[in-house]
């Protein structure tokens, strides 16, 4: 006779894990519906992103699934990182929205707390983007919720928690990141590129 197995602990969290990004993609979505991305467009204005509202709900379901994936790696709490992720960015306890430009063919937006421990930033640079078959990312921004301009301490702490984040896992050699808090009124914009043999290295991103 057949003796049917128990489910793995492991196997169960991966059921949980993915019972908590559907239910989670699934409010998401449907408080997107509710106003038809206008939360989106003061982000998509202030940045300049050749994108609309739309593109920005489907990015924004691809980063936080895959930062979901890295979490249930890294031992983070994933039930705390979708909490974070909400529409209505004033309904977060995040303070910071992460804006990101994927090569001008979508975009999406994480929101954060100051330690950034819910998202890895270096896992997110290369992650391929199969629907719009790119990978990673180059350009994002850095904004507060309440919309107060960021203050000069707090630009040189994001300048610490994202070099940290980012040359965890890339030499600084290889990968180089520019900051510009001056470009976009109280944002940081955040370019992160890779070096090349041709390519000297002079903080100004090559085009």
């Known amino acids: 006779m057949a003796i049917a197995k128990k489910p ?27 106003d038809g991305g206008a939360r989106f467009e003061p982000l998509i204005q202030r940045f300049g992103l050749r994108t609309n509202a739309q593109d920005m709900l489907e990015g924004t379901v691809d980063f936080v699934t895959a930062c979901v ?33 994927l090569s001008r063919r979508g975009s999406a937006r994480l929101l954060v707390r100051p330690d950034m421990k819910s998202i890895d930033l270096a896992d997110l640079y290369e992650f391929p983007w199969e629907r719009l078959r790119l990978a990673g990312y ?17 630009i040189e702490e994001l300048d610490r928690v994202v070099s940290r984040d980012i040359w965890f896992d ?33 903080g100004v991103p090559q085009a």
């Open 8 to 34: 793995s602990q492991a196997a169960g969290r991966r059921l949980t894990t993915r019972a908590q990004l559907q239910t989670w993609e699934r409010e998401f979505r449907a408080d997107f519906a509710c």
């Open 69 to 101: 994936a890295f979490a249930s790696m890294d031992g983070v709490d994933i039930w705390a990182l979708l909490a974070d992720q909400r529409y209505d960015d004033q309904a977060s306890a995040a303070t910071y929205a992460l804006t990101f430009d």
């Open 138 to 154: 180059r350009d994002f921004w850095v904004s507060r919720l309440d919309g107060r301009d960021l203050s000069m301490e707090e």
């Open 170 to 202: 890339y030499n600084e050699d290889d990968v180089s990141i520019v900051f510009d808090p001056d470009t976009y009124e109280g944002a940081l914009a955040i370019t992160v590129y890779e070096q090349t043999e041709d390519t000297p290295d002079t």
